[in-house]
């Protein structure tokens, strides 16, 4: 229900942008966001979103760099800028009811792009 999209592999420096396709309207009610997981390490979060715009939360290490945002329809995005080496892993879209998106309690996954950033 939720299918993501966009990774690549890039130099260090460039940009991507992530989106994610929601199938049901229902996600509008929901809490959206990124998370992403390298080799050997655990799931991370990386940002969230309401649909309105009215709660945005972003980790420590992607602030100024990433953005997360909604379209009007069931879209929504991670645009990265900047990128570093240590950005690579496989990004995941989720979905939850209520705010804070935590991955151990997210309802509903896409099915990760992974993203690779080289030096």
């Known amino acids: 229900q939720l299918e993501d999209s966009g990774g690549g592999l890039v130099q260090a420096g460039a940009s991507l942008r992530l989106s994610c396709a929601a199938s049901?309207?229902?996600?509008?009610?929901?809490?959206m966001g990124w998370f992403r997981q390298a080799p050997g390490k655990e799931r991370e979060f990386v940002a969230a979103?309401?649909?309105?715009?009215?709660?945005v939360d972003s980790a420590d290490s992607v602030k100024g760099r990433f953005t997360i945002s909604t379209d009007s329809a069931q879209n929504f995005y991670l645009q990265m800028t900047s990128l570093k080496p240590e950005d690579t892993a496989v990004y995941y879209c989720?979905?939850?009811?209520?705010?804070?998106?935590?991955?151990?309690?997210?309802?509903?996954w896409g099915q990760g792009t992974p993203v690779t950033v080289s030096s």
């Open positions: 989720a979905g939850n009811p209520t705010w804070p998106l935590r991955a151990s309690s997210a309802e509903y």
């Open positions: 049901e309207r229902t996600f509008r009610r929901y809490v």
């Open positions: 979103i309401t649909w309105t715009g009215a709660a």
